[in-house]
C-alpha cells in the first residue's frame, strides 16, 4: 500500500508559478511510476505528466507541455510538478498518482492522494 500526500498548492496570479509536492509513504519507491492529474469543477479528472521509475521518462499533456516540468527525488520518496506561466484554465484540484512498475501507459494509476487546491486568477 502506497500513501501519497501532496503539498504546495495555493492562489496565485496568471502568470505566476507554484510548486507541487507529494511525498510517498512507500519503501521501495523507486519501484513506482508517479503521475500527476488534475479535475477542474464540472470536468473529468485529466493527465498532466507523468515520469518513470528512474527519471529517465516523462510525459505531458499537451495543455502543460513547456510550461510544466515534473521530476522525482527518489533519496525523498518525492515527486514535484514545476508549473510556470500559470493559466486561469490550470485551475483545479491536482492529485498525485503512483502505480508500480513501467510508466506505459497513463490510465492505470491506482494509488492517488487527496488531491491539493490550485487557483489562478486573472
Known amino acids: 500500500q502506497v500513501q501519497l500526500v501532496e503539498s504546495g498548492g495555493g492562489l496565485v496570479q496568471a502568470g505566476g508559478s507554484l510548486r507541487l509536492s507529494c511525498e510517498a509513504s512507500?519503501?521501495?519507491?523507486?519501484?513506482?511510476?508517479m503521475g500527476w492529474f488534475r479535475q477542474a469543477p464540472g470536468k473529468e479528472r485529466e493527465f498532466v505528466a507523468a515520469?518513470?521509475?528512474?527519471?529517465?521518462?516523462?510525459y505531458y499533456a499537451d495543455s502543460v507541455k513547456g510550461r510544466f516540468t515534473i521530476s522525482r527525488d527518489n533519496a525523498k520518496n518525492t515527486v514535484y510538478l514545476q508549473m510556470n506561466s500559470l493559466k486561469p484554465e490550470d485551475t483545479a484540484v491536482y492529485y498525485c498518482?503512483?502505480?508500480?512498475?513501467?510508466?506505459?501507459?497513463?490510465?492505470?494509476?491506482?494509488?492517488w492522494g487527496q488531491g491539493t487546491q490550485v487557483t489562478v486568477s486573472s
Open positions: 515520469i518513470s521509475w528512474s527519471g529517465g521518462s516523462t
Open positions: 512507500a519503501r521501495t519507491f523507486s519501484s513506482y511510476a
Open positions: 498518482a503512483a502505480k508500480r512498475g513501467p510508466l506505459g501507459r497513463v490510465d492505470d494509476f491506482n494509488y
